[in-house]
C-alpha cells in the first residue's frame, strides 16, 4: 500500500477512509475568491487540455486541509473549461513531486472534484494514500464545467500537481483490445487485466525501532537511526497466522518497496466474501479457510462473468480482507550474474488491492479513473446480493498497487543469511488464479548486495524471465 514519512500527530487522520463528499448533484460549485481561469474548451480538435498548480507551504512542517472544500481559499484552486461535446472525458491529477529515481510518493494528497454546466457536482475523488486522482464523465452535457482541486495533506514544503482533460476517443484514448475467453459459461470478448511487477525499491535493513508494527507501518517524518529492521511482532512470529509457535526468531529482516501495475484493458477486480450462503450453509470470509474470491470480468458493452480466483483472509494485523494470490517475492542467490537457488521469501502474500501508484497519467493507455481506493473498500461490503455480501477489491489499468517498505510482513527473513549477491524476485499471479492478458505470470527481479549492516541496490530489470 503506501504510508511512509508522515507526521506522528496526524496518524489518526491518514487511518480514516476517504471522506465522503456532497452527493453528485450538489451543492453548488463552492465561491471562489478570484475568477477560475479558463483552460480551453474540449472538442474533437481539441481533445486534451491540461493544467496545473502547488500548494503555498510558508512552514516546513506537514500541511492539513478539509478535503471537501466549502469555499475556494489560497490553497483550494479552479479552473475552468468547455465541453462542446457529449463524448466521455477524464479529468485527472498527478503529484509533480516523487520519490527517490522517479519513484511513487504519496505524501502529497491531493482532492478532485468537477462541476457541472448547472454548478453542481457531477464527480469527485479524495482519499489518501495515492500520487494521484481521476474521474471519468460518462454521458456528459456540453456547456462549462469547473475543476476543483485541494488536498487532505501536503508533506512536501514544494508540493504541486499537472492535471488534464482528456477525450476517451479517438487519439487521445487507445486501450488495449478485449481477448476472446470463455468465463465460466460466457463466451465473450473480455476486458482483460495485465499485470506487471515494479522491480523492487526502497531496500533497507534497518531504520525501524523494536516496537510492535501497526496498520499504518511506522508513520514517521525523519529516518530513524536505528540498525534495527524488524517489528517485535514479526521478530516473534506473532503476527503470521501460519507461525505456529518461535522455533526460529527472526532477528534481521529484508526490506522494501513493492508496486503491481495494470496495464490490462479492463480491471483487476475481485469480491471476498464478507458473508455468504450457499447450500453447505452459512460461511464467512473472517473466518480461516473460509475465505475464496472471485475474478469479475468484464466485456465492453457492460456485461460481466465471474470466475474462481483462488484464496483470500481477513488479515488481523492490518484488520482488513486481504487477497492472497497477487505476487509473491522470493530471494535467491546470484552467481556470475546467473540466478541461483532460493535462500528465503516473504511472509507477506496477501494484499489489500488498491489504485495507489497512477502511472498512467497523460497516458492514451493504460488509463482510467480511480476506481478502488483501499480503505474502507477492503473492509466494508460494496455488494449485497441473494446469496452473499461481498467486499470489492482491485487495481484499476493505469494504476497500481503499492506497499511501501515499512509495511508490517513485507520483509524477507535473512537472519541467517550471508552476505553477498542476491536476487529479490516479484511474480505476478504465482498460484496462476487469475484469468489475465499476457503472460500468465510476469517477473521483475531486483539485484542487490549484502553486509553484515547494509544492502546496495545494484541493478533491476523489469520484464524479466521468471524463475524456475
Not at 70 to 80: G, I, L, P
Not at 119 to 132: D, F, K, M, R, W
Not at 179 to 186: A, I, L, M
Not at 429 to 456: F, R
Request: aromatic share 8%; charged share 10%.
Amino acid at each position: 500500500m503506501w504510508w511512509t514519512a508522515l507526521l506522528v500527530g496526524l496518524s489518526g487522520l491518514l487511518a480514516a477512509p476517504a471522506v465522503q463528499p456532497p452527493p453528485v448533484g450538489l451543492p453548488v460549485t463552492p465561491p471562489s475568491t478570484a475568477a477560475p481561469p479558463s483552460i480551453g474548451v474540449l472538442d474533437g480538435g481539441h481533445p486534451l487540455l491540461t493544467f496545473s498548480g502547488s500548494i503555498t507551504n510558508p512552514t516546513p512542517l506537514p500541511l492539513v486541509d478539509s478535503p471537501v472544500p466549502v469555499a475556494c481559499t489560497a490553497e483550494c484552486q479552479e479552473f475552468t473549461f468547455s465541453a462542446s461535446t457529449g463524448s466521455p472525458f477524464l479529468v485527472s491529477i498527478k503529484n509533480t513531486v516523487t520519490g527517490p529515481n522517479g519513484t511513487f510518493n504519496a505524501n502529497d494528497g491531493f482532492d478532485l472534484y468537477l462541476y457541472g454546466p448547472k454548478g453542481t457536482l457531477v464527480g469527485s475523488q479524495n482519499g489518501i494514500g495515492a500520487n494521484g486522482e481521476a474521474l471519468s464523465v460518462s454521458t456528459p452535457r456540453p456547456g462549462s464545467y469547473t475543476i476543483v482541486v485541494t488536498f487532505t495533506y501536503a508533506y512536501d514544503s514544494n508540493a504541486a500537481y499537472s492535471g488534464e482533460v482528456r477525450l476517451e476517443s479517438g487519439s487521445t484514448w487507445t486501450p488495449a483490445a478485449c481477448t476472446s475467453t470463455t468465463v465460466g459459461s460466457t463466451t465473450g470478448c473480455f476486458l482483460l487485466p495485465q499485470l506487471q511487477a515494479v522491480p523492487a525499491y526502497d531496500l533497507t535493513v534497518s531504520g525501524l525501532p523494536p516496537v510492535a508494527s501497526t496498520p499504518l507501518g511506522f508513520p514517521l517524518p525523519v529516518p530513524v537511526s536505528t540498525s534495527n529492521s524488524c517489528y517485535l511482532d514479526e521478530s516473534l512470529g506473532l503476527d503470521s497466522p501460519s507461525v505456529g509457535g518461535i522455533e526460529s526468531p527472526v532477528t534481521r529482516c529484508l526490506r522494501f518497496t513493492s508496486d503491481i501495475q495494470n496495464a490490462g484493458s479492463g480491471p483487476l477486480e475481485v469480491d471476498l466474501p464478507w458473508l455468504a450462503t450457499g447450500s453447505g450453509g452459512a460461511s464467512s470470509g473472517f473466518v480461516p479457510g473460509e475465505c475464496q474470491a472471485a475474478q469479475v470480468l468484464f466485456q465492453p458493452d457492460g456485461s460481466q462473468a465471474t470466475r474462481a480466483a483462488g484464496a483470500c483472509e481477513f488479515h488481523p494485523e492490518h484488520a482488513h480482507f486481504h487477497y492472497r494470490n497477487l505476487v509473491s517475492f522470493t530471494l535467491y542467490t546470484v552467481s556470475n550474474g546467473v540466478i541461483g537457488p532460493p535462500v528465503g521469501s516473504s511472509l507477506k502474500e496477501s494484499f489489500c488491492l488498491s489504485d495507489d501508484d497512477y502511472f498512467g497519467f497523460a497516458t492514451s493507455a493504460p488509463n482510467g479513473p480511480r476506481t478502488f481506493v483501499g480503505q474502507p473498500g477492503c473492509n466494508v461490503p460494496s455488494q449485497t446480493t441473494s446469496t452473499s455480501v461481498d467486499v470489492t477489491e482491485g487495481i484499476t489499468p493505469g494504476w497500481g498497487d503499492v506497499y511501501t517498505w515499512d509495511t508490517p510482513d513485507q520483509f524477507i527473513d535473512i537472519s541467517s543469511v550471508p552476505a553477498g549477491t542476491y536476487a529479490l524476485v516479484e511474480k505476478t499471479n504465482p498460484a496462476g488464479s487469475l484469468l489475465v492478458a499476457g503472460p500468465a505470470q510476469t517477473c521483475a527481479v531486483t539485484t542487490l548486495s549484502l553486509t553484515a549492516s547494509s544492502v546496495t541496490q545494484l541493478a533491476t530489470q523489469s520484464g524479466a524471465t521468471c524463475p524456475a
